[in-house]
């Protein structure tokens, strides 16, 4: 197990602005076993393995810096992540017909496939930019804030799902496979085979997107940057420019080798239990709400 489960869709009736994407330099990473649709993600699976698609716009982390009619994450803290109790702003962003609320519903379908299970999901209804009625059904799957349907998210809940959330971006918004791996159920076994075939570590991710001033934070494997670029996989080495130079992925921070900000691997999955922005020992508490990434 690990990252997604096999066979299930992450269903949605319409996906992130293909015209916004372009405008905006949207991010994300694809290779070779893609399988994407008009503008959907679709969990995918290989044998028996947790892995999961990642196409996450980092613009989509905080629509409202972009426009006030976009969705800051901080409007979800107060409720339940349900479409009767969320709040008049939060269904007004994810209604929007226009590209910042293409963004708004791309965080909260990932939310929920983070957070929910796969017996739960987020269904509403709304017009598009012609005033057609659409609705939206966004499937569960992970289950790392499977209480949020019934009650506020917790501290705990948010970390693990703001690091899934960061696990997920990707520079050039096209869907790649990745298994994800954490010190928590259901990331926190894998089997042999899963392990086999996704064997170069990528990083790890964690933070708090839901703070006032989100953290989001990603190290990585200095040894497989090469291999994580050449798969389209930016995020946690930098994107490379042209000049050389490298950009973060919207307000992820890149700290540096995972070896040096994280202890305590796992010596099956391989997976990291704490990471901390900093090396200055005890002056910042290592974060234990981490999700590792592993490659093919």
Same mark, same amino acid.
């Given at each position: ?31 070779? *076993? ?24 980092? *613009?989509?982390? *905080? ?8 969705? %800051? =994450? ?7 992540? %349900? +479409? ?9 962003? &994810?209604?929007? +017909?226009?590209? &910042? ?12 496939? $983070? ?11 709304? %017009? ?28 705990? @809940? ?42 170069? #570590? ?15 934070? #990603? ?21 490379? %420019? ?5 950009? =973060? ?9 995972? @070896?040096?900000? $994280? ?9 990291? *239990? ?23």
């Amino acid at each position: 197990m690990g990252g997604c489960q096999r066979g299930e869709s992450m269903n949605t009736t319409t996906g992130t602005s293909v015209a916004w994407a372009a405008v905006l330099c949207l991010f994300s990473g694809c290779t070779q *076993n893609e399988a994407r649709g008009d503008g959907d993600e679709t969990v995918g699976q290989i044998d028996d393995a947790f892995q999961v698609w990642n196409a996450i716009n980092p *613009n989509s982390l *905080n629509p409202k810096t972009l426009d006030p009619n976009g969705l %800051n =994450p901080m409007d979800l803290l107060s409720n339940p992540l %349900n +479409p009767g109790t969320i709040s008049a702003s939060v269904m007004s962003a &994810i209604q929007n +017909p226009d590209a &910042i609320g293409d963004l708004s519903r791309q965080l909260v379908r990932y939310l929920v496939n $983070c957070g929910f299970d796969s017996t739960q999901s987020f269904s509403f209804s709304r %017009n598009d930019f012609n005033g057609t009625p659409v609705h939206e059904t966004f499937a569960g799957h992970l289950g790392l804030a499977k209480d949020w349907e019934n009650k506020p998210i917790s501290v705990a @809940e948010q970390e693990w799902v703001s690091a899934c959330i960061y696990s997920r971006l990707n520079w050039y918004q096209v869907p790649v496979m990745i298994s994800s791996r954490a010190a928590e159920a259901p990331l926190d076994t894998t089997d042999a085979v899963e392990r086999a075939e996704y064997s170069f #570590a990528e990083g790890a991710f964690w933070g708090n997107l839901f703070l006032q001033t989100p953290k989001a934070y #990603a190290c990585n494997m200095p040894q497989n940057a090469a291999h994580d670029r050449s798969l389209q996989r930016d995020c946690a080495v930098g994107h490379l %420019n042209f000049d050389s130079t490298t950009s =973060p992925c919207g307000i992820l921070q890149i700290v540096g080798d995972c @070896e040096t900000h $994280c202890t305590y691997r796992d010596s099956i999955d391989l997976y990291f *239990n704490h990471c901390t922005e900093t090396t200055t020992g005890s002056v910042i508490k290592p974060s234990p709400y981490v999700i590792s990434t592993f490659l093919p």
